[in-house]
């Protein structure tokens, strides 16, 4: 008789805990799961102000873009290096010296210096300056004081075995590329950084179905513990009942503790990657939004081809090879000899205030008059013209240091380009990975689903057996354990499809369909 009641009280309650169970994994509004869910602790979080907050605040991010900036004014320098440039100098000579024949004397002297000065893309240097001096001088042989001396010029450089553009606009071209394989990594960490946190924020909803799952069994539990006391205490069941009952009983308040630090991980993993912790008094990060069960799934094949024509990151690793081919075409023409063309074409001018020269009985004096302007004047018009052509040759011995440094950029060059060949397989495998999970990911959820069913249908029938003397309440519990897994594998089944899903539409560049 007390056999029998005690097998009543296990069906009961077995039937009860999992056939509750199962309807809460249907997502029925008044099933003890979802009340459990309902009444958890913390701060709700919906998925897009999550990915927000991590936009905002996650380091990764605030990294990329400063990589980005820093980038962008390594480029403005390298561009800045063929702005004109102004150049101005003013000195001030004053000097008294002893007369020690009639030609020497005090010298006041005003030299100033200024011009433009710019260098092409094309390595070509160009400078146009004027050179003018005031002369006051009390030597008696003076015969202009003040003296004005100007001197116009326009002076060129032109390499003409250093690769013309390759080589002059060789560190703007790295920039360039330097400066978009940045940009297209803060896109793509932009895009990393939502994927890690959508699927970040499925692992915390599976941990949270998780602990519902756990918090149930263990609560049913208590409820067979209470049970089977009472009737232990009628002396309806013996103490070896009791014990399994709370034997039972500690090993759900133990997995429980373990479900509720998995949840408070999880959470806490979530909340460091966006930079946003929960409420005071508030934890842990609750969810708000489930995860489709649908997601629409193409050929492999067109899934890597979109990765491999949109994922930003291959995009920065063929940007890094072009940067680095810039610099090693550039050392080819800039390990040969150097010719340089210099050439320049200018003008003098003179004039000043004139003074009486006395040579014996003779006075003398000097034709040229006029002031500072007619000075300039005469140099800009090349009264008087000077001008002047010719090759420089440098020739070093060996060519070693050239060709050296052409042969270690060669070979940056190759590691670049083997970076981003292992870039494009990682990828492929990747890609082919998450298609899996999501092609697979109905009949995955189909299996879970029916597999929490056949573990209902195995309590069902074991309570049958245990009140028939078949089998043992170990073994019941045992069963009980299973559906509790069941449970959770669905719980995973329903996340890996969108976190496979969210991977995609990272490794293609948001070319994947899949949305939030």
Same mark, same amino acid.
């Given at each position: 008789?007390?056999?029998?009641?005690?097998?009543?009280?296990?069906?009961?309650?077995?039937?009860?805990?999992?056939?509750?169970?199962?309807?809460?994994?249907?997502?029925?509004?008044?099933?003890?799961?979802?009340?459990?869910?309902?009444?958890?602790?913390?701060?709700?979080?919906p998925l897009h102000d999550a990915v927000q907050h991590a936009l905002e605040k996650a380091t990764s991010v605030r990294t990329a873009e400063a990589a980005y900036m820093s980038a962008g004014g390594s480029r403005r320098k390298e561009a800045g290096q063929f702005d004109p440039e102004i150049f101005f100098s003013f000195v001030h000579l004053d000097q008294e010296q002893p007369a020690a024949s009639l030609f020497s004397g005090n010298i006041k002297q005003n030299t100033v210096i200024g011009g433009l000065r710019i260098t092409l893309p094309t390595g070509t240097n160009i400078e146009a300056s004027m050179n003018t001096v005031r002369l006051e001088s009390n030597s008696s042989f003076t015969f202009l004081s003040p003296q004005y001396t100007?001197?116009?010029?326009?002076?060129?450089?032109?390499?003409?075995?250093?690769?013309?553009?390759?080589?002059?606009?060789?560190?703007?071209?790295?920039?360039?590329?330097?400066?978009?394989?940045?940009?297209?990594?803060?896109?793509?960490?932009?895009?990393?950084?939502?994927?890690?946190?959508?699927?970040?924020?499925?692992?915390?909803?599976?941990?949270?179905?998780?602990?519902?799952?756990?918090?149930?069994?263990?609560?049913?539990?208590?409820?067979?513990?209470?049970?089977?006391? +009472?009737?232990?205490?009628?002396?309806?069941?013996?103490?070896?009942?009791?014990?399994?009952?709370?034997?039972?009983?500690?090993?759900?308040?133990?997995?429980?503790?373990?479900?509720?630090?998995?949840?408070?991980?999880?959470?806490?993993?979530?909340?460091?990657?966006?930079?946003?912790?929960?409420?005071?008094?508030?934890?842990?990060?609750?969810?708000?939004?489930?995860?489709?069960?649908?997601?629409?799934?193409?050929?492999?094949?067109?899934?890597?081809?979109?990765?491999?024509?949109?994922?930003?990151? +291959?995009?920065?690793?063929?940007?890094?090879?072009?940067?680095?081919?810039? +610099?090693?075409?550039?050392?080819?023409?800039?390990?040969?000899?150097?010719?340089?063309?210099?050439?320049?074409?200018?003008?003098?001018?003179?004039?000043?205030?004139?003074?009486?020269?006395?040579?014996?009985?003779?006075?003398?004096?000097?034709?040229?008059?006029?002031?500072?302007?007619?000075?300039?004047?005469?140099?800009?018009?090349?009264?008087?013209?000077?001008?002047?052509?010719?090759?420089?040759?440098?020739?070093?011995?060996?060519?070693?240091?050239?060709?050296?440094?052409?042969?270690?950029?060669?070979?940056?060059?190759?590691?670049?380009?083997?970076?981003?060949?292992?870039?494009?397989?990682?990828?492929?495998?990747?890609?082919?990975?998450?298609?899996?999970?999501?092609?697979?990911?109905?009949?995955?959820?189909?299996?879970?689903?029916?597999?929490?069913?056949?573990?209902?249908?195995?309590?069902?029938?074991?309570?049958?057996?245990?009140?028939?003397?078949?089998?043992?309440?170990?073994?019941?519990?045992?069963?009980?354990?299973?559906?509790?897994?069941?449970?959770?594998?669905?719980?995973?089944?329903?996340?890996?499809?969108?976190?496979?899903?969210?991977?995609?539409?990272? +490794?293609?560049?948001?070319?994947?369909?899949?949305?939030?």
């Amino acid at each position: 008789m007390s056999r029998n009641l005690f097998s009543l009280a296990i069906l009961a309650t077995f039937i009860g805990v999992f056939s509750t169970a199962v309807k809460a994994q249907t997502s029925t509004p008044d099933s003890s799961l979802q009340t459990i869910l309902d009444k958890l602790e913390g701060t709700p979080l919906p998925l897009h102000d999550a990915v927000q907050h991590a936009l905002e605040k996650a380091t990764s991010v605030r990294t990329a873009e400063a990589a980005y900036m820093s980038a962008g004014g390594s480029r403005r320098k390298e561009a800045g290096q063929f702005d004109p440039e102004i150049f101005f100098s003013f000195v001030h000579l004053d000097q008294e010296q002893p007369a020690a024949s009639l030609f020497s004397g005090n010298i006041k002297q005003n030299t100033v210096i200024g011009g433009l000065r710019i260098t092409l893309p094309t390595g070509t240097n160009i400078e146009a300056s004027m050179n003018t001096v005031r002369l006051e001088s009390n030597s008696s042989f003076t015969f202009l004081s003040p003296q004005y001396t100007a001197f116009g010029n326009l002076s060129l450089r032109q390499p003409l075995l250093g690769g013309f553009w390759v080589s002059g606009n060789k560190n703007v071209a790295k920039a360039d590329n330097d400066l978009e394989a940045a940009k297209t990594r803060y896109d793509q960490e932009v895009l990393a950084i939502s994927t890690r946190v959508e699927q970040s924020y499925w692992d915390l909803y599976a941990a949270e179905r998780d602990f519902a799952v756990q918090k149930l069994t263990r609560d049913r539990a208590e409820a067979f513990l209470n049970e089977t006391d +009472l009737r232990a205490k009628s002396g309806l069941v013996g103490p070896n009942q009791l014990a399994s009952a709370r034997t039972f009983l500690a090993e759900q308040e133990i997995l429980l503790l373990d479900r509720e630090e998995q949840l408070d991980r999880t959470s806490d993993q979530l909340a460091s990657l966006i930079g946003n912790r929960p409420e005071a008094g508030k934890t842990p990060l609750i969810t708000v939004d489930d995860p489709p069960e649908e997601f629409p799934v193409e050929d492999v094949n067109v899934l890597v081809e979109q990765a491999t024509k949109n994922n930003l990151g +291959l995009q920065a690793a063929t940007a890094n090879v072009e940067a680095q081919r810039a +610099l090693s075409k550039a050392a080819f023409w800039e390990a040969l000899p150097s010719v340089d063309l210099v050439g320049s074409i200018g003008g003098n001018g003179l004039a000043g205030t004139a003074r009486n020269v006395y040579f014996g009985a003779d006075t003398l004096r000097s034709p040229i008059t006029g002031g500072f302007g007619d000075a300039v004047n005469q140099a800009i018009k090349r009264t008087y013209p000077t001008w002047s052509i010719g090759v420089e040759v440098t020739i070093p011995i060996g060519l070693r240091s050239g060709l050296g440094e052409h042969d270690r950029l060669d070979a940056e060059v190759l590691i670049a380009e083997q970076q981003r060949i292992e870039f494009a397989r990682t990828l492929e495998d990747q890609v082919r990975s998450s298609y899996r999970d999501l092609f697979h990911g109905q009949r995955r959820l189909k299996a879970a689903r029916e597999g929490v069913a056949a573990a209902q249908e195995q309590v069902r029938i074991g309570s049958i057996e245990f009140q028939n003397g078949r089998t043992t309440a170990f073994e019941l519990v045992r069963l009980g354990t299973d559906f509790a897994a069941a449970q959770q594998r669905y719980s995973q089944a329903l996340v890996r499809s969108a976190k496979a899903a969210a991977s995609l539409r990272q +490794l293609t560049s948001g070319a994947y369909p899949g949305t939030h």
